[in-house]
């Protein structure tokens, strides 16, 4: 599992959590989970600038 720590000094403190099936993005209660497609998907359109 890789865990990165979205943190700025001064607010909450978001994680990402991928493990060989999924990638898990939020906080403590607050969480969203993706399969690793969806996460792929999500990554393509955040470099190209879609969103």
């Known amino acids: 599992m890789k865990i990165v720590?979205?943190?700025a000094e001064g607010?909450?403190?978001p994680v990402?959590?991928?493990t060989d099936t999924q990638v898990e993005?939020?906080?403590k209660d607050?969480?969203?989970v993706l399969?690793?497609?969806q996460w792929?998907?999500?990554k393509?359109?955040?470099l190209k600038k879609e969103i």
């Open 5 to 7: 720590n979205l943190c």
């Open 11 to 13: 607010s909450c403190c």
């Open 16 to 18: 990402i959590k991928i």
């Open 25 to 27: 993005i939020g906080e």
């Open 30 to 32: 607050n969480a969203c």
């Open 35 to 37: 399969t690793k497609e």
């Open 40 to 42: 792929e998907v999500l």
């Open 44 to 46: 393509e359109k955040i």
